[in-house]
């Protein structure tokens, strides 16, 4: 096959699904907003809008629209797949009559307030649908969301983790010293103010729990404050944003995940925690329950609730054998429903269904 992809090159999902389709004897072209390299294809940076002139940007919409679609008739792609929505109206022009066209819905693309018509989304969102002969969503709630757009049906392809990469690393923590993990961007969504004011009493009652907080934001100064101004600065460490290869070095010094999100469409995060056999506190938001399974492979709490996520945190602080159980269950559940090599082989059969179809309308 020849595929084309609409996609961030930056993004570790979208080299993932690069390589899973190259490692199969297919040619890849990736037309992305960053050029950035991916071993093995071609990554072209699709045009942008660059004048301020009203009259000159209506002139450079046709002209990038015509210049999209000479790049992907010049590849001669078998599909096109558009994976996240950049919700703009000027792009209409590019997808118009594209022929096998698949659209997969990732999260922050498509979840805002779904009844509002903001810069005309709703209007691209669902002209965007009726193009595409499959679409796609990364989670059961997120499927749900896109049906607003759309009366087509919407499958559901997990973000799936590599199990042979995330694993248990056979460490038994037989200290009182419990490491809670939190890897995620340091932003306003993900909710670790909630786990910082959490802490603080997490310590009163175990003072040797220490929490590793991973990654870059906007949040990172005020968060640092706010951990001094508790008194925490000896409890937490943040270490800053990592390389995704290296999330399973840190993981594997971890002894509960914790995932305090305000919104999260998918969890990818949680997958991988669990895949590693590490039990996980999270909040019952978007997806997250699809891939947390309350009771047995974590503890669910609400959001914006320090009090409630710091009960459960101490519940599994003081039950070893409790975390131990629900590591193993979280292991089996994502080998039966996450294994990336699974959720792969899902879009290669949709693939194969379109192109063994040509005659079917969109």
């Known amino acids: 096959m020849r595929i084309c992809?609409?996609?961030?090159?930056?993004?570790?999902h979208t080299r993932k699904w690069v390589r899973y389709f190259l490692e199969r004897g297919n040619e890849i072209l990736v037309l992305s907003r960053h050029k950035v390299s991916i071993p093995g294809t071609r990554v072209l940076p699709w045009p942008e809008v660059v004048s301020e002139n009203w009259l000159t940007r209506k002139f450079e919409v046709l002209r990038n629209a015509w210049k999209f679609r000479s790049m992907v008739r010049a590849f001669k792609p078998d599909l096109v797949h558009i994976h996240y929505i950049y919700n703009n109206?000027?792009?209409?022009?590019?997808?118009?009559?594209t022929k096998n066209l698949f659209v997969s819905?990732?999260?922050?693309?498509?979840?805002?307030d779904y009844s509002a018509e903001i810069e005309g989304a709703s209007f691209y969102r669902r002209f965007l649908f009726r193009q595409a002969r499959v679409v796609t969503a990364t989670s059961h709630f997120l499927a749900d969301v896109t049906r607003h757009y759309t009366d087509k049906e919407v499958h559901v392809v997990p973000f799936g983790v590599d199990c042979q990469v995330f694993r248990p690393t056979g460490r038994v923590n037989m200290t009182s010293t419990v490491?809670?993990?939190f890897v995620k961007h340091l932003r306003v969504k993900y909710g670790p103010e909630y786990l910082i004011r959490a802490m603080e009493m997490i310590v009163r009652h175990h003072p040797q729990t220490r929490l590793l907080m991973v990654g870059s934001g906007e949040l990172r100064s005020p968060l640092e404050e706010l951990t001094a101004r508790l008194g925490l600065t000896q409890s937490i460490s943040f270490l800053g944003a990592v390389e995704h290869h290296q999330v399973p070095e840190i993981l594997a010094k971890v002894d509960i995940f914790v995932m305090?999100?305000?919104?999260e469409e998918f969890g990818v995060a949680a997958v991988e925690a669990q895949a590693m056999e590490i039990p996980v506190v999270a909040t019952k938001v978007g997806g997250i329950p699809e891939v947390v399974r309350d009771g047995i492979t974590g503890i669910l709490v609400e959001p914006y609730n320090s009090e409630q996520l710091a009960?459960?945190?101490?519940?599994?602080?003081?039950?070893?054998e409790g975390r131990k159980?629900?590591?193993?269950?979280?292991?089996r559940y994502v080998l039966s429903h996450y294994r990336w090599e699974d959720n792969a082989a899902?879009?290669?059969?949709?693939?194969?269904?379109?192109?063994?179809?040509?005659?079917?309308?969109?």
Do not use: C, H
């Open 5 to 12: 992809f609409v996609a961030d090159a930056r993004s570790i």
């Open 260 to 263: 305090p999100s305000i919104r």
């Open 179 to 181: 490491t809670l993990g």
């Open 325 to 331: 159980q629900m590591g193993k269950a979280g292991r």
């Open 105 to 112: 819905t990732w999260g922050s693309d498509i979840i805002n």
């Open 311 to 320: 009960a459960a945190i101490i519940e599994l602080i003081e039950d070893p």
């Open 89 to 97: 109206i000027k792009n209409l022009l590019w997808y118009w009559g």
């Open 346 to 362: 899902l879009m290669d059969d949709l693939y194969k269904s379109v192109l063994e179809s040509p005659g079917e309308g969109r």
